[in-house]
C-alpha cells in the first residue's frame, strides 16, 4: 500500500517541497497511516512518497519520489 504525500509548490519557490517534510510531518504521516492500517489491515509492505505539483493552473508538472521516507526502517502491517 502507498501513502502518498501531495504538495504543491509555486514556480521559482525559493524553497524546495521536498524540505518541507520534515521529521515531525512525516511522523504525522506515519501515525495516520497507523491508524488507518489499524482500521483496515493490510497484508502487505508500506511506503510513503511523495507529489511535488510546480506551476501555475494550465502548466503543472509533477516530480514524484518512491518511497520517500521510512518509518522506523520500513512499515509492515
Not at 52 to 57: H, L, N, Q
Amino acid at each position: 500500500m502507498v501513502f502518498v504525500e501531495v504538495k504543491l509548490a509555486s514556480e521559482g519557490s525559493a524553497t524546495m517541497a521536498w524540505e518541507k517534510i520534515g521529521r515531525t510531518k512525516q511522523r504525522r504521516i506515519a501515525a495516520t497511516a497507523a491508524a488507518y492500517l489499524s482500521a483496515r489491515p493490510f497484508p502487505g509492505f508500506c511506503r510513503f512518497d511523495v507529489a511535488v505539483v510546480r506551476g501555475c493552473p494550465g502548466a503543472f508538472t509533477v516530480e514524484y519520489l518512491e518511497d520517500a521516507f521510512r518509518c522506523g526502517g520500513g512499515f509492515t502491517v
